[in-house]
């Protein structure tokens, strides 16, 4: 996540949802703001650090919808949005109008708080990314991936082919090497949560990979396991 501490800021007008939303979060280790409107929203956000904002569609005065999009004109602040409908079209304007995820009522506390570790987590990882590497081609022991032509070459120049899934992967790895990634957050970066996909599938990906780029597959060197953990990616990378 961004912060040890996330700080998130629940805009909703109804207070017993309110409230609810807000304990749970507090007792999982969030710091909690709350507003009711969307003017009580913009006073938080300028004088409140905030890392992800819970903005309920259905809202008194100006609604979610034109909040939201109002926020995502200024700034790049994460957004998960509720609403007691689950009517697709609603659920697809909020994604428009630049939600990152999106919640119907009623929901499981547990969930949301799934979602929001899920959203601050690929927010942490792509702005790692892009402020390590603006490179659209790495290098590693001899061998090169390019990210736009999506190759993958051996150190003697011969292409290795892969499945979209796997240079994903590979991707993901080289983008943060030496970092400890969770086959959660590895899910997240790969497939999202809308792809059906489960955390054993990256371990299946992992072991292809490592059959076509590993020395000594007896003798895992690059792509290593981590007990309890799930797994880093160990060599030096370099922009070419």
């Known amino acids: 996540m961004t912060q040890a501490t996330p700080h998130v800021l629940v805009v909703e007008d109804d207070r017993e949802t309110r409230a609810l939303i807000a304990k749970y979060l507090r007792a999982n280790d969030c710091h909690v703001v709350t507003a009711q409107d969307g003017r009580e929203m913009d006073g938080r956000l300028a004088d409140q650090r905030v890392d992800l904002v819970v903005l309920d569609v259905m809202l008194p005065g100006e609604d979610g919808l034109s909040l939201c999009r109002r926020l995502r004109t200024n700034s790049h602040l994460p957004i998960i949005?509720?609403?007691?409908?689950?009517?697709?079209?609603?659920?697809?304007?909020?994604?428009?109008?630049?939600?990152?995820?999106?919640?119907?009522?009623?929901?499981?506390?547990?969930?949301?708080?799934?979602?929001?570790?899920?959203?601050?987590?690929r927010q942490s990882f792509a702005s790692a990314a892009s402020a390590i590497n603006g490179a659209s081609a790495m290098s590693f022991l001899g061998w090169r991936i390019d990210f736009r032509l999506r190759e993958l070459r051996n150190p003697d120049g011969a292409l290795v082919a892969m499945t979209s899934a796997e240079f994903d992967l590979l991707q993901a790895f080289c983008e943060r090497p030496g970092r400890v990634l969770s086959r959660e957050a590895l899910l997240d970066l790969t497939h999202g949560r809308n792809a059906g996909s489960f955390e054993r599938s990256i371990d299946v990906l992992v072991s292809r990979i490592r059959r076509?780029?590993?020395?000594?597959?007896?003798?895992?060197t690059i792509i290593k396991t981590v007990r309890s953990g799930g797994y880093t990616f160990t060599p030096t990378i370099e922009p070419v």
């Open 81 to 121: 949005m509720l609403t007691a409908r689950g009517d697709d079209v609603d659920r697809i304007l909020g994604l428009e109008m630049g939600a990152d995820d999106y919640l119907a009522k009623p929901f499981n506390p547990r969930e949301l708080l799934a979602r929001i570790r899920s959203v601050l987590r």
């Open 212 to 220: 076509k780029i590993e020395p000594d597959p007896q003798n895992i």
